[in-house]
């Protein structure tokens, strides 16, 4: 994969004691790497594949266990704003559920706990993190860190990928 000092940057946040992180997020193609590499960046990740879901299902997320959060196919900015209570981790227990009765609830601690999300280049509301927009999220722009690859780009050296043909 290619080294980006933005991940570094980031990584390196989660030295220090803080009130809360910021989420990092990676934008690109389809097909460029985005998955493998935010899974690259953790030891044991614990991986939700969001798309359209409108609540997070942390509920077998195990801090014993995990070491970071990758939700890979955010379909949206939007989605990652509905969940800013759960992304921001402040120090105390969340509690989520995909209920509206709780039935299916969960608690859990994510205070240190690092996301990344991975979003396509052509999410629909990228508008939210265009600092030059008139509809621009100020909460998006000052909590995540965002490594956006131009359209062809990927995460990883593609002449370095092996070239053998299958018969």
């Known amino acids: 994969f290619h080294r980006f000092g933005a991940v570094t940057t980031w990584e390196d946040s989660f030295l220090t004691l803080a009130f809360r992180w910021q989420i990092l997020v990676l934008c690109a193609d389809s097909a460029s790497g ?74 859990k601690w994510l205070y240190g706990v690092p996301f990344v999300a991975t979003i396509d280049l052509d999410a629909p509301d990228a508008y939210l993190v265009d600092d030059q927009s008139d509809w621009k999220s100020r909460w998006l722009l000052k909590n995540t860190v965002r490594v956006s690859l131009a359209a062809g780009e990927a995460f990883y050296d593609k002449a370095k990928l092996p070239k053998h043909k299958v018969d």
């Open 34 to 107: 985005k998955s493998t590499y935010a899974e690259s960046l953790f030891t044991n990740p614990f991986c939700l594949t969001v798309e359209e879901s409108e609540h997070l299902d942390l509920k077998e997320f195990d801090r014993n266990e995990h070491d970071g959060i990758v939700l890979d196919n955010v379909n949206s900015w939007g989605q990652l704003l509905a969940w800013r209570a759960v992304l921001q981790a402040r120090n105390a227990k969340f509690k989520g559920g995909t209920s509206s009765t709780n039935m299916y609830a969960w608690t």
